[in-house]
Each structure stands twice: as structure tokens, then as C-alpha cells.
């Protein structure tokens, strides 16, 4: 971590804390302003006050996570009024990115199960302290002696939280990288082109429920559709009122999806859940801010 109070090896600590603050908030944008906040305060210490810390890595952490904790209690309140549904931000390979976006956050990301769209979206079912602890201990390995001074509460109580968003997990179902995914999603694509409303209802589940994200920004349904009749024909019926828009497979958050593009600009990111080779869940993402990595 090099000497006290310096901090060597900035570019992996910081690929670190972008990685733990995008699973904390699900938001790139928010990641890395509290990376960056995070920085700053570390900068802004006194040199004395620097040299003192052993390990500015562990440091950095810590404040991160105290960043995460505050903008997760305040995102609550934020989202009551965005208008329709919040999904997290849809991460591309590095290969899919925009041209010239290097620097960007996405391209920072380690790609696993603990960012598929299916597990960002259990972690918006915890609270902001449960969250915290599942993420750290859970997916990051750090000790609860060490998420306790994140929280503000004790070990015991760092664990309880953990064990409590873990059956959060189990309730919804743990993140599943299904055999043969990308076949489904491939002959979905083919239905979707060819308008063919019987083929997508034999791939999508009866029970299928389909959420978009438009964040007022861009047209979309403000209320989940449920049923795999009911999002065939609002499939198509998309596909019909926007002639010209490409589909292409792309991986999305490490799962494959599809990406509807016009011209070289990607309009929207639909992530996929299949269980038993039928589609259960649909997320769709339109808001173009949520898009930027994409290369909007």
C-alpha cells in the first residue's frame, strides 16, 4: 500500500473503491463523485495527519463507504420522485464502449455475478446499513472489525446486518449465470425483429415481468408490465412506433442482452434473467444519462 501516508499505487486502489462504491450505489455517476469526494478529503488532510495513517488504502475505504452510507440514505428520498422506475446503470464490456471514453468509470469494472442486473437489483431491496455490510463482508471479503467503523456500530451488529440482507438474497434468489442464456436472448432478438408475437410468448415466462427506466428524460412505461403475453405485444408494439433502430447482442453487466441502437447512438440496454430457458425478468434502461458509457 506504500509508506505512511502516501498512496502508491493509486490506480488499483482507486479501480478498488469505484468497484465497491458502483455495487454500494449502482449508479457510475454517484461512484465516482464519492471516489472523488473521497480524495479529496484525503488531500485535504494536514501532511502530519497523512503521515500517521499506516494505511491510506484502508483509509480511502472507509470514507468511501461513509460517502456510499450518506448517499444511499438520501437516494430514498431522490428516487420517491423520479419518475418511473430506477434501475442501477448498465455496465458494457470495455470492448462495447463509446470511442474515446477510457477514462470512464465502466471501464473500471470487474465484471461478475455480484454486478448482473438480477443481483443490483436485490441489493436496492436493503436498507442503506444492510447493504453496506453484505456488500463489504459478502462480496469484498472485509472483515466486520473493519465495515464496524464504516457503520458506526459494533462487529455483532455488522454481522447481524449482513445475515439479514443475506436472507434478502434467498428470498429473491441469488444471482444465476444460466446455461444457455445467450441462445435465449439471441432467438428473443430474432422474435423481437420479425414482430412475431407467438415465438416471444414461448420464450418469455407466464409470470414475466418487464421494468423500464426512462427517468422521465425518454418514453417509456412507468409501471412494470407482468405477464409474457402482456410484454410480447408491448415488444412489438415498440418495434412498430420505432422503425430504424438496430438490435444488437452485447454483453450487459456480464450477462448477455440486447442493445437497441440507431445510427451509432445506443437508445436502449436490456438486461435479461432466464431460468429454465424462458425469460422471467426484463430490465430495459432508456434514460440517455444512464447511457453515456455507451456511447451516446
Known amino acids: 500500500m506504500g509508506t505512511p501516508g502516501s498512496v502508491s499505487g493509486t490506480a488499483g486502489e482507486r479501480r478498488q473503491l469505484l468497484n465497491v462504491a458502483y455495487r454500494l450505489l449502482g449508479s457510475l455517476a454517484e461512484a465516482e463523485d464519492a471516489v472523488q469526494e473521497a480524495y479529496a478529503r484525503w488531500y485535504a488532510l494536514p501532511g502530519g495527519r497523512r503521515d500517521e495513517i499506516l494505511s491510506?488504502?484502508?483509509?480511502?475505504?472507509?470514507?468511501?463507504?461513509?460517502?456510499?452510507?450518506?448517499?444511499?440514505?438520501?437516494?430514498?428520498?431522490?428516487?420517491?420522485?423520479?419518475?418511473?422506475?430506477?434501475?442501477?446503470?448498465p455496465l458494457p464490456?470495455?470492448?462495447?464502449?463509446?470511442?474515446?471514453?477510457?477514462?470512464?468509470?465502466?471501464?473500471?469494472?470487474?465484471?461478475?455475478?455480484?454486478?448482473?442486473?438480477?443481483?443490483?437489483?436485490?441489493?436496492?431491496?436493503?436498507?442503506?446499513?444492510?447493504?453496506v455490510a453484505?456488500?463489504?463482508?459478502?462480496?469484498?471479503?472485509?472483515?466486520?472489525?473493519?465495515?464496524?467503523?464504516?457503520?458506526?456500530?459494533?462487529?455483532?451488529?455488522?454481522?447481524?446486518?449482513?445475515?439479514?440482507a443475506r436472507r434478502r438474497v434467498r428470498v429473491t434468489g441469488p444471482p444465476v449465470r444460466a446455461a444457455g442464456q445467450g441462445e435465449v436472448v439471441r432467438?428473443?432478438?430474432?422474435?423481437?425483429?420479425?414482430?412475431?408475437?407467438?415465438?416471444?410468448?414461448?420464450?418469455?415466462?407466464?409470470?414475466?415481468?418487464?421494468?423500464?427506466?426512462?427517468?422521465?428524460?425518454?418514453?417509456?412505461?412507468?409501471?412494470?408490465?407482468?405477464?409474457?403475453?402482456?410484454?410480447?405485444?408491448?415488444?412489438?408494439?415498440i418495434a412498430d412506433r420505432a422503425p430504424g433502430l438496430?438490435?444488437?447482442?452485447?454483453?450487459?453487466?456480464?450477462?448477455?442482452?440486447?442493445?437497441?441502437?440507431?445510427?451509432?447512438a445506443v437508445m436502449t440496454v436490456a438486461s435479461f434473467e432466464v431460468v429454465d430457458s424462458r425469460v422471467t425478468r426484463i430490465w430495459v434502461v432508456r434514460n440517455p444519462e444512464k447511457l453515456r458509457p455507451w456511447g451516446v
Open 93 to 131: 464490456d470495455r470492448a462495447e464502449q463509446g470511442h474515446g471514453r477510457g477514462a470512464d468509470p465502466a471501464d473500471q469494472m470487474i465484471l461478475d455475478e455480484s454486478v448482473t442486473m438480477a443481483f443490483l437489483v436485490v441489493l436496492e431491496s436493503m436498507t442503506p446499513a444492510e447493504r
Open 56 to 89: 491510506p488504502g484502508a483509509w480511502l475505504t472507509t470514507v468511501t463507504g461513509r460517502i456510499c452510507l450518506d448517499v444511499l440514505g438520501s437516494a430514498r428520498v431522490r428516487r420517491e420522485r423520479y419518475v418511473g422506475a430506477w434501475l442501477p446503470d
Open 187 to 237: 432467438q428473443v432478438k430474432e422474435a423481437w425483429e420479425t414482430k412475431d408475437i407467438p415465438a416471444l410468448v414461448d420464450l418469455l415466462a407466464p409470470a414475466a415481468v418487464m421494468t423500464a427506466d426512462g427517468g422521465g428524460m425518454v418514453g417509456t412505461v412507468l409501471r412494470p408490465v407482468e405477464g409474457g403475453a402482456r410484454i410480447a405485444r408491448y415488444m412489438v408494439s
Open 134 to 164: 453484505f456488500v463489504l463482508h459478502d462480496v469484498f471479503r472485509y472483515p466486520f472489525a473493519e465495515i464496524a467503523g464504516i457503520l458506526g456500530r459494533s462487529p455483532a451488529a455488522c454481522k447481524q446486518l449482513a445475515a439479514s
Open 246 to 264: 438496430e438490435l444488437l447482442e452485447r454483453s450487459v453487466n456480464g450477462m448477455p442482452g440486447l442493445v437497441a441502437r440507431r445510427g451509432d
